[in-house]
């Protein structure tokens, strides 16, 4: 099995997946640094089995992505719509050179816009909280809101992801107030590990004109169920097909991501909390979200349950959420259970089972 990676070489995820193929007995997969394909190297020959991995973390691959002539600040939210069509156009020519891709581009481009992802789902009935038309900017989202008769909405720039640029806004009879990763500055808006909370509703309303030109996508905000004194949530890894891995992320506030300082949760107390056939009914959720990408040979599903625990929803499903360091199932980590998967056979019989059902909705979300 000949085993590439377009990835960028010094980030974890490459190297935390050439160590399952090695550990496997496999030889040592060839990398494709994004530096690289996006300059002009070429693609991955026929007969590679390729796994195109996240391009971030690398300020030059993301100018890259963008076109521009200069490197963004340090957390800048800046063309992100450009760096999403530069994605699209670097999975293209991963494509290109006949290889056999372990997530393909046209499930990676639907993965990685919110709207068409969220509306592929809502399509093939997969329980999602409901959306907005599209929205332009703060006075067309406040008019469409008091529409639907909803005063909390999370507003997600459509390419974003790790939480980057996602408003959770409050709207009340007297107050606004908007929980977010935003910092504010006169020339620009930049990601922070730091929630901020805004309740100036002229301030509120220039961040949301500032992103509204990149695309947002705006859901109606559904009540978490919590443990404790937190809301919680589930980062659920499918591979093949299979829930696999879970992470349950406990949060004080409304954004449960990891790396904004929130916690690793019980997963045996939500399984409890949750009971037996609550729990089961959200991985069949699990498994219908990755059936509609049967290319894929893994997605990460943010799973939520909603107050009570009687009921569950997808916030959003990751093209490349499958990083959970430490979470082992049958002694495997994440990356060693897609090879696992690989070598078994298992994928190649998951997507026979699955493929011509999954490439219409996809092609249906397109």
Known sequence: MELTVVGNPANRRVELFTRAALAAGLPRPTVLPWRDLLTGAAPPRSGALVRVDSPGEDPEVDRLLRRAAVPARHGELIGLADAYAGLVD?????????????????????????????????????????????????????????????????????????????????????????????????DGLFNSLRLRRYDDEAQVAAVVDRLAPEGLHVERWLPKAGLGDRVVDVRVVVVAGRPTHAVVRAARGPLTNLHLGNARGDLVALRAAAGPAAWSAAMETCERVAARFPGCLHVGVDLMFLAGWRRHAVAEVNAFGDLLPGVLSDGRDTYAEQVHALLTGRWDRWRASVGASGREVVACGA
């Open 90 to 186: 670097g999975m293209t020519r991963v494509a290109a050179g006949g290889a056999t891709l372990l997530n393909p581009p046209e499930e990676v481009a639907a993965l990685c816009d919110k709207r068409r992802c969220h509306a592929l789902l809502a399509s093939a009935g997969v329980p999602v909280p409901e959306a907005l038309p599209p929205v332009d900017g703060y006075a067309r989202l406040r008019a469409l809101m008091a529409a639907a008769g909803w005063g909390r909405v999370f507003v997600k720039p459509a390419h974003g992801s790790s939480a980057a640029g996602v408003i959770a806004l409050a709207v009340g009879p007297r107050r606004v107030q908007a929980v977010t990763t935003i910092e504010t500055t006169p």
